[in-house]
C-alpha cells in the first residue's frame, strides 16, 4: 500500500470501483419511460451510469452501433447490450 492508496488493500479499491453503464435513448416516450424505471433502477454505489440522448448526440450513433445497440432504449453494461421494449431502430435516428 502507497501512500496515496488510503491505506486501501486491493480487494477494498476494486470493491468501489463502478461498473459503467450507458443508457441509449432517442427521447421518444417509451424510451423516457425505460429511463426513468430501468436506469433509474440501477445502485449508484455500484454503476456509473450515462445517458446518451441520440436524437440530441447523434455523433454518438456510431459508438452505439459498435457497442451492439441496433433499437433504442438499451442498456450497455460490460459489453452486453439489452434492448428494453421496442421505441425506434437506430436507421430512423441518421
Known amino acids: ?4 492508496d488510503g491505506g486501501r488493500t486491493q480487494f477494498e479499491k476494486e470493491k468501489t470501483m463502478k461498473t459503467q ?4 435513448h ?10 426513468q424505471t ?8 455500484r454503476f456509473d451510469v450515462e ?3 441520440l436524437g440530441q448526440s447523434t ?3 456510431g459508438e452505439a452501433e459498435a457497442a451492439g445497440v441496433q433499437s433504442v432504449p438499451a442498456l ?3 459489453q452486453q447490450v ?3 421494449n421496442h421505441g425506434a431502430d437506430l436507421s430512423a435516428l441518421k
Open 1 to 4: 500500500m502507497s501512500a496515496n
Open 21 to 24: 453503464a450507458r443508457f441509449y
Open 26 to 35: 432517442a427521447g421518444c416516450p417509451v424510451c423516457i419511460s425505460a429511463e
Open 38 to 45: 430501468v436506469a433509474g433502477a440501477l445502485d449508484p454505489a
Open 51 to 53: 445517458v446518451v440522448h
Open 59 to 61: 455523433q454518438r450513433l
Open 76 to 78: 450497455v453494461i460490460d
Open 82 to 84: 439489452f434492448h428494453i
